[in-house]
C-alpha cells in the first residue's frame, strides 16, 4: 500500500492544517462560557440585592418619610392590592381606596383603621362613565401629601377564556378598568408628587406579559401595557424624584380560586406573603417580580425560546 493511502497520515496532515482552526473555535468557546458565567455571576448578584438585602437591612427610613403619608390603591378588589395596601398601612401610610363597588373593601378599610390606626377612605368611581369619576377623586386627594400611587391589573385570578368567549361590553369594561383608569388616575395623581419632588408609583401587573398563556388574551395585553406604560413613567419622571416600579409576578394562590393548581406554596405564595415580599423591592429595582422564587422561574422563561413555550403551553395546559 503506498504511503499516501496511509490512514494515519491523511489524519496527521488533515490535523495540521486544521489545527489553527481548533485553536479558534476552542478559544470561541471558551469567550461564550465565560460571557454566561458574568451573565450567571451577574443575575445572581442581582437577586441577592433587590431580594435578600432590603430584608436583611430594612431600616432605610420610614416610607411616609421617604414618598408621602398617604397612598392611592386602584384595582383594591384584588387581594393581592388589599395585601400590598396593608403592608403600606403597617408602616403608617393612609390609604384611598379607588373602587367601582365599595362593598367590595369594606371590611379592609375597617381592619387597616383598626389594626394600624390609619386613616382610610373609599373612593367610588366607575371610568365606563366618561370623565364622571375625575371630580371626586380630585376632591379626595386635595390637601392630602399622596406619596403613593399602587394600580393593580384585575382578574389576575380569573379563570381562563378565549377572547371569543367574552362578550363585547366586558372586553370595553376590562380595557375601561385595566387601561383607562390606570392611566388617568396616574395623570390626576403625578401633578401633586411632581410638586413636592418625591412619591412612588406601583403598577401590579403579571408575568403574562412576558409569556402568552392560553385563555389569557386581555390579561397579556392589560399586564403588557402596564409594564410598558411603568418603563415610559420612569423615562418621563424620574429625574422629579418619583420613582415609578412595575411588579410582574407570576402565580399568586388567592382563596377565590380553590382549584388545586392556585395552591399556596413556594412557587405560589398568598398574596400577603407576596406583599411583603414585594415592598422590600421598593426604591430597590424599576422591574422586578417582586418575589425571588418567581424571579427564578422568570430566568428559566427566558431561555426557553417562545415556540417552545406555546407548544408545551398547549400540550399541558389545555
Known amino acids: 500500500m503506498a504511503a499516501v493511502d496511509s490512514f494515519h497520515l491523511l489524519y496527521r496532515e488533515i490535523s495540521r492544517s486544521c489545527s489553527s482552526h481548533f485553536e479558534a473555535l476552542a ?3 471558551a469567550l461564550y462560557t465565560a460571557s454566561k458565567a458574568v451573565v450567571l455571576l451577574r443575575d445572581c448578584c442581582t ?26 390603591i386602584y384595582g383594591a378588589s384584588e387581594p393581592v392590592a388589599l395585601a400590598y395596601a396593608e403592608q403600606l398601612a403597617q408602616n403608617g401610610v393612609s390609604i ?6 365599595g362593598s367590595t ?46 394600580n393593580c391589573v384585575e382578574e389576575i385570578s380569573a379563570s381562563p377564556k378565549s377572547l371569543l368567549e367574552i362578550p363585547e361590553q366586558g372586553v370595553l369594561d376590562q380595557v375601561n378598568r385595566n387601561v383607562t383608569a390606570a392611566t388617568l388616575v396616574a395623570r390626576l395623581v403625578l401633578p401633586g408628587m411632581v410638586e413636592r419632588g418625591r412619591g412612588a408609583v406601583v403598577n401590579i401587573s403579571s408575568g403574562t406579559c412576558c409569556r402568552p398563556l392560553p385563555g389569557r388574551v386581555p390579561l397579556t395585553a392589560f399586564a403588557g401595557y402596564l409594564d410598558h406604560f411603568s418603563r415610559a413613567l420612569r423615562f418621563e419622571y424620574s429625574d422629579r424624584g418619583i420613582f415609578v416600579q412595575s411588579l410582574i409576578p407570576l402565580q399568586i394562590a388567592s382563596s377565590r380560586d380553590q382549584s388545586s393548581s392556585s395552591r399556596e406554596g ?5 398574596p400577603g406573603i407576596y406583599a411583603r415580599h414585594a415592598i422590600s423591592t ?14 427564578l422561574q422568570y430566568g428559566l422563561m427566558r431561555c426557553i ?7 408545551a403551553s398547549r400540550m399541558f395546559l389545555i
Open 266 to 270: 413556594l412557587f405560589a405564595p398568598s
Open 282 to 295: 421598593l426604591g430597590v429595582s424599576n422591574r422586578t417580580t417582586g418575589y425571588w422564587p418567581h424571579t
Open 47 to 72: 437577586v441577592v440585592r433587590v431580594h435578600f438585602l432590603p430584608r436583611m437591612l430594612p431600616n432605610r427610613g420610614k416610607l411616609t418619610q421617604r414618598y408621602g403619608e398617604w397612598a392611592v
Open 105 to 150: 373593601v369594606r371590611d379592609a378599610v375597617a381592619f387597616l383603621s383598626q389594626t394600624y390606626g390609619v386613616e382610610t377612605s373609599v373612593v367610588t368611581a366607575s371610568f365606563s362613565l366618561g370623565q364622571a369619576p375625575v371630580k371626586p377623586l380630585l376632591e379626595a386627594l386635595r390637601g392630602k401629601d399622596i406619596g403613593f400611587l399602587v
Open 27 to 29: 478559544l470561541i468557546g
Open 305 to 311: 425560546p417562545e415556540w417552545i413555550w406555546i407548544l
Open 96 to 101: 384611598i381606596f379607588i373602587t367601582e363597588d
